[in-house]
């Protein structure tokens, strides 16, 4: 922009004083050559009558430097405060207001990031207590390729009785389909689009008819442990164990 600004302002003063130079000078010179015709010309009338005709012939270049010069200095003008201009509506178009917000859309906004910091801190404590029963993030992170199926199925069965306890403890569960999963079964029209999941051929409207591949779980009573000011914040899922020798 700033290069734009500075081409363009040169492209315009410069012919702009050309021809004013030119036309000053013309009509300066025309007026003292009709001005000698009826005025007697003292000596520094003379002097000036005389200088101004040689200077269409030997002060010319004399001429063009001064307006060279004089259009040079107009040009860095333009450039200098027509830029600092420039930026400063820039600043003021880009300043951007802070819209003031109400009471209600801070409270709004505080119990929007409360509610998902609790959901946070829950899913992490549910890691937790899965983990110090039932070892679960130990067994998730082990690379079980360097196991044979015997030796995996000795330590599922006693991850699966650790974490079935203590999910048991703090969480009830109940299907949602009761019926025992492949048999055929109806969903009837208004059905819970969060509960039941349709794949497959689905066409056309409720009721439907298909087979259960899953029951779906449905928690009926949720107990957590409450955290203390120590855990809340606290992403330690499983604190390293070190025996003291």
Known sequence: MDRFLTIRSLIIIFPCNAFLIAFYFLLFSSF??????????????QHLIHFLRNSETGYI??????????????????SLFGSRLIQTDQ??????????????????????????????????????VLQRKGRLIDFLQENLSEYDDAQIGAAVRSIHSGCKETLSKYIDLKPIFKDEE????T????????AIQLTGNVKG????????????WRAVRVQMPQLTSQEEGN?????AEIEIL
């Open 32 to 45: 003292a050559k009709e001005t000698q015709q009826w005025v007697v010309p003292s000596n520094i009338f």
């Open 61 to 78: 270049p004399v001429l063009l430097g001064t307006g060279a010069g004089f259009t040079i200095l107009s040009w860095y003008l333009v």
């Open 91 to 128: 600043i003021k178009r880009t300043t951007v207001t802070t819209p003031k917000v109400s009471k209600k859309e801070e409270k709004r906004s505080l119990s929007e990031n409360l509610s998902s910091k609790n959901l946070q801190n829950a899913s992490l404590q549910t890691l937790v």
């Open 182 to 185: 492949g048999k055929e079964v």
């Open 187 to 194: 969903v009837d029209e208004g059905f819970d689009s969060r």
């Open 205 to 216: 409207n409720p009721p439907f008819k298909g087979i259960l591949r899953h029951r779906g």
């Open 235 to 239: 992403n330690i899922l499983a604190p």
